[in-house]
């Protein structure tokens, strides 16, 4: 499979450099030169597939040119060997729990299966790879996770100083081993700018083999496009309309739904749910985008002032704004709203929502409000055991914490502290490759 940047339709890269290089050599993304389309047999016989089947298909359709059958099917195995239930709170209310995985993030999914393509291209090539990566909270930890003592990889995550609950920066800060987490004096938006710079600076991109494990890489993007199929599966459309609530932050769950569209699933509406980082929901309603500041909000992992994946949504509705309208709507909400959400559908469900598959609810609350008859599925993304604080105050009730986060509380936080500019941190980095 071939790449194209989105900068320039001519500059094209292969599937292993895609991989390494995270972004394209002129600095704009990768899109796929061509969007396969799942044959019809494919969604006839869906229903008997597993999610590692159905990612095994859906992945062989990018990637047949570029790995072996079997390396697809072992790597989509391994990688996704946690559970993902729907669970119907009402005749047409689905939450998809995606937050099962080992970091109990949906970004799990993407993680894992990057680390292991990653590693499977790093022993094919001989190299060492460092990966960079930005995090608002739960992709470090996820990413983390995912490569975790798998040889040849460095992982160094940035994260916002004191801007990630306690419990992400545990799960952060405490793995040891091949894993590095600076601490950075700033926003997440000052992270992203350290590691988008690293990938253009040429003194860095001869000394390491940089790659990029955030939502721009499309092999962290590809794999939330299984999950789509995976409802379609299990006839949780029952035969209506699939709508899908997305809680967006960088948008690369959003896009993933929108590949999925274009691959051929029937997806009727896709509904981007926002926190009061609203760039996106603006957009579907003005037309314009408009980069702004973060701010912090209880969906923190959402906190997200300039969407990196802004840019492929566009490119994929060949910028038609109308065409965009007619699959996307978009709504923001407060956080107000947010916890009024979580402790309303605990009073008339029993069901415990993590902040950010609340937005996801009230997404798709909102909705239902206007088409009342619609079967929606909204993405539950985050586990609530990772805001305990925040659930005892809402519900006045303990929640439980899964045995993984409890092991990571256990654990020594260890980071190197560093300023926003990024003449220190490329010091920092280079210090390292001398070191080592
Ligand atoms: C990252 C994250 C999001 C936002 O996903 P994007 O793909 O960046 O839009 C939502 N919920 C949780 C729990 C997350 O970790």
Redesign the pocket.
């Given at each position: 499979m071939q790449f194209y940047s989105t900068k320039n339709k001519n500059v094209r890269v292969g599937m292993a450099e895609a991989l390494m290089r995270g972004i394209a050599p002129d600095g704009g993304l990768l899109m796929p030169t061509q969007i396969p389309q799942v044959s019809p047999n494919f969604l006839k016989t869906i229903r008997k597939r597993t999610f590692p089947e159905i990612a095994t298909y859906l992945t062989s359709l990018f990637f047949q040119d570029d790995l072996p059958k079997e390396t697809i099917e072992n790597i989509c195995t391994k990688s996704f060997d946690f559970t993902l239930p729907l669970t119907k709170l009402s005749n047409n209310l689905v939450m998809l729990e995606l937050?099962h995985g080992p970091t109990l993030?949906?970004?799990d999914f993407g993680a894992r299966f990057m680390a292991r393509i990653t590693s499977y291209f790093a022993r094919q090539t001989k190299k060492h790879i460092t990966v960079l990566v930005a995090t608002?909270?739960?992709?470090g930890s996820?990413v983390a996770a995912g490569f975790y003592k798998v040889p040849n990889i460095d992982v160094i995550l940035l994260y916002p100083k004191g801007k990630v609950s306690p419990m992400q920066e545990k799960q952060l800060t405490t793995m040891g081993g091949n894993i590095t987490a600076l601490e950075i004096k700033g926003s997440f938006d000052d992270c992203q700018k350290l590691v988008k710079r690293a990938f253009g600076d040429y003194a860095l991109r001869s000394r390491f083999t940089l790659t990029s494990a955030n939502?721009i890489n499309v092999a962290r993007l590809l794999p939330?496009i299984f999950y789509y199929f995976y409802v379609y599966a299990k006839g949780e459309s029952l035969g209506k309309p699939l709508v899908f609530s997305?809680?967006?932050?960088?948008?690369?769950?959003?896009?993933a739904a929108i590949l999925a569209k274009h691959m051929g699933l029937p997806i009727a509406r896709l509904i981007a749910a926002t926190n009061r980082n609203d760039v996106f929901t603006r957009y579907i309603k003005t037309g314009i985008f408009t980069p702004k500041l973060s701010k912090t909000t209880l969906?923190n992992?959402?906190d997200?002032g300039n969407?990196s994946?802004f840019v492929r949504i566009v490119e994929l509705y060949k910028n038609n704004l109308s065409k965009i309208r007619t699959d996307i709507t978009s709504q923001s909400f407060s956080d107000s709203q947010t916890m009024t959400a979580i402790k309303e559908v605990w009073q008339k469900y029993q069901y415990i929502m993590?902040p950010?598959?609340a937005v996801a609810y009230l997404g798709l609350a909102q909705y239902q409000q206007k088409h009342p008859r619609i079967n929606g599925i909204a993405l539950a993304?985050?586990h609530p055991a990772k805001f305990p604080e925040l659930i005892e105050n809402i519900l006045h009730k303990k929640i439980p914490i899964p045995k993984g986060l409890k092991q990571a509380l256990l654990g020594k936080k260890q980071t190197v502290e560093l300023s926003n500019r990024f003449a220190e941190f490329k010091k920092y980095l280079l210090k390292q490759s001398v070191d080592s």
């Open positions: 937050f993030a949906f970004k608002s909270g739960d992709t996820a939502s939330q997305i809680p967006c932050g960088n948008l690369g769950n959003l896009t969906s992992a959402m997200v969407p994946n993590d950010h598959s993304t985050g």
